[in-house]
């Protein structure tokens, strides 16, 4: 059963690991996902953008294949399901297809906009006993064909969206979607520290886990960060194992081309690259 991403958070906090939001785009990512989280009994978030939702026909079908595979694969950790960057339209479209867990992302609004919808967010997620993300100051890189540079939230609009009721704050440290430049500043401890000071116990999330290094997420985590979500970096692994079979020309061989087969590849990779992150987020074990 889909649970809310509250209680899983407020433990990480606590106990200083970090849980893995990992987006899915269909089955085969969400399979390997689940399954991995089971192997290492860590809880996990499934993260789904508005165009992934779009992409896999709509919500309803995300949640029915969901808690499908919740049940016959018989998963007994924690899993949360939970919308990307989501517009408000989309979230209460996913109140209404029965995710656990939503994200607004009010960051492009003027402050008082992004209170305002919040507010009425978190009354609605209460309501249904979901959790709530809000972000503050936007986070840069390519998201859905939107290119920022990673900028820094203000440390007092993180306290007053942090104090409307919210589950976790994702805020801006100069962390950036995709993969990093070359000329990459790294992340801003001070906002963080900063965030961390104002907002006490509230949970912080890390968007755009892909690519920093392994040093930095430790020190974050340290730092109150209890969510980070990784999305680019299993698409390529995904797709260089794919790659690699193709080379190959095992495609070519037998019932090579059958999607079971040729699809295998990558779905192992996700599976490989779930692991790694989860002993660095110091998640396993956890659920």
């Not at 192997?39 to 165009?51: A, T």
């Not at 920022?148 to 007092?156: K, L, R, S, T, Y």
Request: with cysteine; proline share 3%; net charge negative.
């Amino acid at each position: 059963m889909l649970v809310s991403a509250t209680e899983m958070l407020k433990k990480a906090k606590a106990g200083h690991y970090a849980v893995g939001q990992f987006n899915i785009n269909n089955l085969e990512w969400t399979k390997a996902i689940l399954l991995t989280a089971q192997e290492l009994n860590s809880p996990v978030i499934l993260g789904v953008s508005e165009g992934a939702g779009k992409y896999m026909a709509g919500y309803k079908t995300v949640v029915g294949m969901v808690n499908g595979m919740l049940e016959e694969l018989k998963i007994t950790v924690p899993v949360a399901l939970h919308l990307d960057h989501g517009s408000y339209e989309g979230c209460l479209k996913c109140v209404e297809a029965g995710f656990s867990s939503i994200m607004f992302d009010g960051s492009h609004y003027p402050i008082e906009e992004n209170v305002a919808k919040t507010k009425e967010l978190v009354k609605i997620t209460r309501e249904h006993g979901m959790s709530l993300e809000a972000e503050v100051g936007s986070i840069g890189g390519e998201e859905d064909g939107v290119i920022g540079m990673g900028e820094c939230a203000d440390p007092n609009e993180c306290k007053m969206i942090a104090d409307l009721g919210i589950d976790f704050l994702a805020a801006g440290i100069g962390n950036i979607h995709g993969k990093y430049p070359a000329n990459w500043k790294g992340l801003s401890f001070e906002t963080l520290d900063a965030i961390q000071q104002l907002t006490g116990d509230m949970p912080l999330v890390l968007h755009g886990g892909t690519g920093i290094p392994t040093d930095m997420i430790k020190k974050a985590i340290d730092l109150g960060v209890s969510k980070i979500n990784v999305n680019t970096e299993c698409q390529l692994s995904f797709a260089a194992a794919t790659r690699k079979y193709i080379e190959e020309g095992k495609d070519q061989q037998g019932k090579g081309y059958d999607p079971r087969k040729l699809l295998a590849p990558g779905f192992d990779a996700i599976k490989a690259t779930v692991k790694e992150k989860m002993e660095i987020f110091g998640s396993v074990g956890k659920a």
